[in-house]
């Protein structure tokens, strides 16, 4: 028989002494654990026997747990062993699951925790426009205002986004002819921004037909007078001096005497929507009317000089 040290075993007997072969050949007596010739370790193997291992297990086994059914106890080991298993299934099912529902969580709720401690943010009411916006013939005065007192409003009439560094309101918005966008924001002093107002504004002005004289221009004799008329809802203002009329000028009223001499007039009319028209002028030269001639009626003065 071969061992796992490569020796033979092989039993014999010499006066009452067990020996065993080495593969070397030389014979080991049964208290050495060497071979003396080779040096090679001697592992002590018994000889497998089956019946042996019948017979111990029929020892092993009791007749009474037999009869009243229990189970030997390798069958019961088995039992248990796949019993732990099962519960390290179950108990790993539920881990996963827990870290599995966890990170899920965790993923659905990005929430900040100082956003939570601070609340909602503060919306401020927008600015209020004094007019509504659309199309006007006319250019008007734009006003702003908030109810609140405690900030500026900015606003910008470019159409860009109002800030901190827009234009400052401190006055009514004069809007010309044209389109413009006004967007403007209340800024709080801690720094809180309202919501934005919009508005479009589209100015087309309509103008009102130049006043009309009676009289052209020309050279005249003797002083005459002028009337000047206009659309319907207008105003006449007018100058003789040479400069241009205006708002301020002198309010036609009724027909103007041109005097004798050189004189420049010149009127504008003005519709009840600040409508200007364009400037008339007209350019009169008078001379005075001559004395009339002495007419021939053939009498002889009363008084003759005298012949020197």
Known sequence: MLHENGLEQQKGTTAGMKYRKCTCGADIREDKIYCEKCG?????????????????????????????????????????YAAAGACLVVFGCLAYQYAYHSTIQADQV????????????????????????GTYSYSPMLTLSHNGNDGQIYYTADGTTPDEKSRRYEAPILLGEGTTVIRAVFIRTDGVVSEEAVGTYQITFTYPDEPVFSVPSGEYTGGFSVTMTSGEGCRIYYTTNGEEPGPRSRLYQGAVYIPPGLTVLQAVAIDEEGGTSGIVEAIYNVSENPEPPVEDTGEIPSEVPAVP
């Open 40 to 80: 090679r370790a001697v592992q002590i193997v018994p000889d497998y026997d089956p019946n042996e291992d019948f017979i111990l297990g029929q020892e092993e086994t009791d007749p009474e747990d037999t009869e009243s059914g229990s189970q030997p106890e390798g069958q019961k080991s088995w039992r248990k």
């Open 110 to 133: 990005p929430v900040d925790s100082e956003e939570v401690a601070e609340g909602p943010e503060e919306l401020l009411e927008k600015p209020q426009f004094g007019m509504e916006p």
